[in-house]
């Protein structure tokens, strides 16, 4: 991937609240949308959509692993 294209991926700031994580997120239009896609952000704290590149990113980084 070139660095013009890396400038221009889109990242979202999620929080716990929005786990389990999904993209599209309930907030984008139906008209934008595509194929529902679960994504684990818990694990390293950032994630990426398949179809559209979005980078999502958990504030606090990712959740521990303890019980």
Known sequence: MSNVAELNQKAVEVTE?????????PS????????????DV???GT?????CGTRYILAGGARSAAH
Do not use: E, G, I
Request: charged fraction near 15%; charge should be positive.
């Open 17 to 25: 609240q929005d786990l389990p994580l999904h993209c599209p997120m």
């Open 28 to 39: 984008v239009k139906l008209w934008n949308t595509h194929p529902r896609v679960f994504l």
């Open 42 to 44: 818990a694990r390293t």
């Open 47 to 51: 994630a990426q959509c398949p179809y």
